[in-house]
């Protein structure tokens, strides 16, 4: 028993029509690829970051990973970017992929976090220009003493309030602190801390081989190729 297989006319201008348009098609398949794992990876370092990290505020985290696609031109310069940005007050998470020192030596104290160090950082703690603080050297006075004394008298006299030194006062180091209304002096933010290294990380290192032991390479070729195809069958 024979059977015969043929091509009709339909079946050769859909193969001469995949012919013409594969390098298209190949290049636009492959800034897909490219970019869909970009897009995992970060959807992986999300996951990362949050089992091994105190994520104090989501949306910080999410506007802080960022992707850049593929561009659809030629295979060889096509490239998609899975990065954490940098700010002035912060690297990307660099310290805990590399296990590196942080260089920034301000450290933040349970009280600026209102006594508990998984909570966002009270307004009232940062140093920012809508915040009051005062400075020993704003008060008048015959020496330090006598100025931090008076500064203390005039915050008192207010029921709580903020002041920052800039240099050693007894046992106080330089740093931002705060009179409660009860009359305690905490510290919000210390200037003198060495500089610290933190807990390492790899946070990216784990999101990639993520990317490969769930096969999600593989099923991301294989979902742009049928994309494909599908259009001349």
């Known amino acids: 028993m024979k059977t015969k297989f043929h091509m009709d ?8 029509r995949f012919a013409l348009n594969s390098p298209k098609d190949f290049q636009r398949a492959t800034s897909n690829v ?5 897009f995992q990876t970060r959807k992986n370092d999300i996951k990362n970051l949050h089992r091994g990290m105190i994520i104090r505020d989501e949306r910080f985290l999410n506007s802080s990973l960022l ?35 942080a260089q920034r030596k301000r450290k933040t104290t349970k009280w600026a976090r209102g006594g508990n160090m998984h ?29 931090f004394q008076f500064m203390m008298r005039v915050l008192g006299s207010r029921g709580s309030g903020r002041f920052l030194l800039t240099e050693k006062y007894k046992r106080m180091t330089p740093g931002l602190y705060e009179l409660t209304k009860g009359k305690r002096i905490r510290r919000l933010q210390d200037f003198t801390s060495p500089a610290l290294r933190p807990k390492k990380l790899s946070w990216r290192t784990v999101s990639l081989k993520q990317l490969q032991s769930n096969n999600n390479i ?8 049928n994309h494909i195809v599908k259009k001349y069958r």
């Open 9 to 16: 006319a339909r079946d050769l201008k859909k193969l001469k």
């Open 67 to 101: 992707v850049q696609k593929a561009k659809n031109t030629k295979i060889q310069n096509q490239f998609a970017l899975a990065y954490s940005i940098e700010r002035p007050r912060f690297t990307g998470w660099k310290e805990q992929q590399t296990g590196q020192p």
């Open 34 to 38: 490219l970019s869909s794992l970009a």
């Open 218 to 225: 593989r099923r991301t070729w294989q979902t742009s190729l």
């Open 119 to 147: 909570k966002r950082m009270r307004t009232q703690a940062r140093l920012s220009a809508s915040n009051k603080i005062y400075k020993p050297s704003q008060f008048q006075g015959r020496n330090n003493n006598s100025k």
